[in-house]
């Protein structure tokens, strides 16, 4: 199997992996709360997740892995609803410093500390 873990939580840029990678490749979700919309993108077509949540709530995260990955969209969006407020617990907003001014960060940050 060849695969590639997407993390960058750009969605428009795992797209065009999926273009440069072709049908030959997996990829994988590295950002748990893209995970679903990853799959069930059309033009990214996730096969699965490498998933920080799966420490805490193996269970759910696997059982909608497994139902997105079926085509089971009604148990998948029961478990999406589940899962995002977990999700978001583990993401932070950062901001960054620069010669003393302050400036919103680009991009969010997953905490590993919570896992």
């Known amino acids: 199997m060849r695969s590639v873990k997407e993390a960058t939580a750009d969605l428009d ?3 065009k992996t999926r273009v440069l990678l072709g049908e030959d490749f ?3 979700s590295g950002d748990d709360d893209k995970t679903f919309e990853m799959m069930t993108r059309p033009d990214i077509r996730s096969s699965g997740v490498i998933s920080v949540m799966s420490n805490i709530v193996p ?3 696997a ?3 497994k139902a997105l990955s079926e085509g089971n969209m009604t148990r998948a969006n029961q478990l999406k609803d589940v899962l995002d407020p977990l999700f978001k617990v583990v993401t932070v907003n950062t901001v960054e410093m620069f010669e003393g001014s302050v ?3 680009s991009s969010e940050t997953r905490c590993p ?3």
Do not use: K, W, Y
């Open 13 to 15: 840029r795992m797209a």
């Open 103 to 105: 400036f919103p960060a």
């Open 26 to 28: 997996d990829i994988l």
């Open 63 to 65: 059982e909608m892995v």
């Open 113 to 115: 500390s919570r896992q």
């Open 59 to 61: 269970g759910p995260v």
